[in-house]
């Protein structure tokens, strides 16, 4: 079995001299939770310039979806690279970009023809569908959620409500965006249950916010992840979207999903709103989509993409390679990924799901997939959140060569790549259950 392997300190002298020449250079605006200098990356594996080999279940992100450079994807994308670097779609045609939304326009859930806008990341996904649904409606209010991120460019953060830190001294922002409670069954808003409560988030939103503050018929869009992802990777109950799109139609307000987290096979479908057997009439990708090259694609009904020339552009949106990158990792997941990911994220949740019972500061374990969220609490019975816990077992876990990530306040975050095996899955329960166990012994 292959294990993580920590040979020096971390950061090891290499990364050590490589991070202060970043602190000298580098943007202090990234959050960096700990000291991982990557050098190189296989499959699920991380190494450092020092020779220390890592776990990485969290896939960059949740983007190398294919793993760290997948032999197919590095062909396909050499391939490309010897043809054509750029020539950009704004202005001209090419291949790889026009295979690739033939490709996501078939793939897109339900009968009607689409339409693929690119551009280089999840935020510009975002901030086009924003920007059509305004273009197609013509009305001025949008519908988005607390917990959620859409991306930070000005647009995508109007409706990003994920952390203060995100919107300080960035105002105002875009007007007319109402937030509002997302199904959250662990921690209710409106302290129901499910599913006694009907639904009761959907249901306020038509006979509260249509009936008080919010015209319906000046709404263009809700704006939704279908597992809410940087939030807390919360999955809604399974009425809740059928119920909430059902109330957009109704008004002509525009269902947006935002699949940049939770779309290109992550949960064991190709689209997470397939879970819930809702057709979006837009939907938000990148992340996962090209293995980790930057990509962004927004996917609208033909019949609503129908913006006129030089309404929306970028310079290098939809890069040839990128594109091509791509459609080998759609192959990919057609080819068995998205299988695995929903057989060993069943596997990964039912080895949490008996953790759990030992283990009281496991308060929820969530998920779909392999985006899997295991949200960490004082005692099961109060639920009071335990950020310090998390964040300390974090440290904890890269020290061991086991590299995590959190969500949410308390949550921590699983997202690794679709290839993982079951046995990569053992060792990071492992290194998980040894942690939990000391932060939870150490800080009473
Ligand atoms: N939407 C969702 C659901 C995301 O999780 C993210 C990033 O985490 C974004 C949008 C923004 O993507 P990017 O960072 O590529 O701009």
Same mark, same amino acid.
């Given at each position: ?33 700990? #000291? ?10 991380? $190494? ?19 793993? $760290?450079?997948? &032999?197919?994807?590095?062909?396909? =994308?050499? $391939? ?5 670097? +750029?020539?950009?779609? @704004? ?77 300080? +001294?960035?105002? #105002?922002?875009?007007?007319? =965006? ?34 008080? @503050?919010? &015209? &319906? ?8 992840? #279908? ?13 809740? +979207? !059928? ?35 809702? /057709? #979006? ?30 309404? +929306? ?29 929903? =057989? ?42 335990? &950020? ?31 290839? !993982?095996?079951?046995?990569?899955? /053992? ?14 012994? /150490?800080?009473?």
């Amino acid at each position: 079995m292959k294990l993580p392997d920590i040979k020096t300190q971390l950061p090891g002298p290499r990364a050590a001299a490589l991070i202060a020449v970043d602190q000298a250079h580098v943007s202090p605006s990234y959050t960096r939770d700990y #000291p991982l200098v990557a050098e190189k990356g296989e499959g699920l594996w991380i $190494h450092d310039p020092d020779g220390n080999v890592f776990l990485d279940f969290t896939a960059g992100i949740a983007v190398c979806a294919t793993g $760290h450079c997948h &032999p197919k994807v590095v062909k396909a =994308i050499k $391939h490309q690279a010897d043809r054509l670097l +750029h020539m950009s779609g @704004t202005d001209f045609y090419y291949t790889p970009q026009i295979e690739l939304a033939r490709k996501l326009a078939r793939l897109a859930p339900g009968e009607g023809s689409k339409k693929v806008y690119f551009g280089n990341s999840g935020a510009e996904a975002v901030e086009a569908a924003f920007k059509l649904a305004r273009w197609f409606t013509k009305r001025e209010l949008n519908i988005a959620f607390f917990g959620a991120f859409h991306g930070r460019t000005m647009g995508a953060l109007s409706l990003t409500a994920s952390k203060v830190i995100q919107k300080k +001294h960035y105002n #105002p922002l875009i007007p007319g =965006i109402t937030h509002i409670p997302y199904a959250y069954c662990y921690r209710c808003p409106y302290h129901v249950s499910y599913p006694e409560c009907d639904i009761e988030c959907v249901r306020w939103v038509e006979d509260g916010l249509f009936r008080t @503050t919010m &015209p &319906p018929e000046e709404v263009a869009a809700i704006f939704v992840e #279908p597992i809410q992802g940087e939030g807390g990777y919360i999955v809604p109950p399974p009425e809740f +979207h !059928v119920r909430l799109h059902q109330v957009a139609k109704k008004y002509g307000i525009l269902y947006v999903a935002d699949e940049v987290q939770a779309g290109m096979g992550r949960t064991g479908k190709m689209f997470a709103m397939e879970h819930f057997g809702v /057709e #979006p009439d837009i939907m938000a990708l990148a992340k996962g989509i090209a293995s980790g090259m930057p990509l962004g694609a927004m996917v609208a009904k033909a019949d609503i993409m129908v913006w006129e020339a030089g309404s +929306h552009a970028s310079t290098f949106g939809g890069n040839p390679v990128s594109c091509s990158a791509a459609m080998a990792t759609i192959e990919l997941l057609e080819a068995g990924l998205m299988k695995n990911a929903e =057989i060993q994220g069943n596997y990964m949740m039912t080895r949490l799901r008996e953790m759990q019972k030992t283990m009281e500061c496991i308060g929820d374990v969530r998920g779909k997939g392999l985006m899997i969220g295991v949200e960490l609490v004082k005692d099961r019975e109060s639920r009071k959140r335990a &950020p310090l816990w998390r964040n300390a077992l974090i440290q904890k876990a890269f020290r061991k060569g086991l590299l995590l990530l959190g969500c949410g306040e308390n949550t921590i975050r699983f997202c690794p790549a679709l290839t !993982v095996s079951t046995e990569e899955i /053992e060792v990071c329960l492992t290194i998980f259950g040894e942690c939990l166990k000391e932060v939870v012994n /150490e800080k009473p």
